[in-house]
């Protein structure tokens, strides 16, 4: 037996618990480039216990809906940002902290050109692009230490879209 979670749209307002959605959206805070480039400014919380920011690039095999979501992880020692390389929509997973678990998950789907950042320490699925290509720049924390927490569920969650 499985539970069942519905995606809903990926808001500033709904996300805002468990990270920053990055997008250029309305006005820029900034023209540049001799008035040719819009600067969108300091759009995210990065935040790192000892060690530094990295960027590393990911290329996630894309998953479908319903997707079965069987485990959540979290980085205690900083924030985690996704960034998609392509203007694809991808599935976001979190879920408050229930004594050192995972609450009851929350499922979000990106617009095209949404990116986020998870603020550390916050549960969350792992990435899950759903459609080619994959490609996702990652900003985290790079350093030594343990910075993964793995929870596995005895029950898996199905992820369906709205409206299913």
């Known amino acids: 037996m499985s539970q069942e979670i519905v995606t809903q749209p990926l808001t500033s307002t709904a996300f805002a618990p468990f990270g920053d959605i990055l997008e250029a959206k309305g006005t820029a805070d900034k023209i540049i480039n001799q008035g040719l480039c819009g600067r969108f400014h300091d759009l995210a919380r990065l935040n790192f216990s000892d060690g530094r920011a990295g960027i590393s690039l990911f290329n996630a095999t894309p998953r479908t809906l319903p997707y079965q979501l069987t485990m959540m992880e979290r980085h205690p020692e900083g924030s985690q940002a ?29 617009d095209p050109g949404q990116a986020i950042n998870f603020h550390r320490n916050i549960w969350h699925g792992v990435l899950t692009p759903l459609e080619d290509p994959g490609l996702f720049a990652v900003v985290d924390r790079i350093g030594s230490g343990e910075n993964l927490e793995e929870i596995f569920f005895d029950i898996p969650y199905i992820v369906v879209p709205q409206g299913s």
């Open 82 to 110: 996704f960034i998609p390389m392509s203007m694809n929509r991808f599935l976001i997973i979190v879920a408050s902290d229930k004594n050192n678990r995972p609450g009851r998950p929350l499922a979000f789907l990106s």
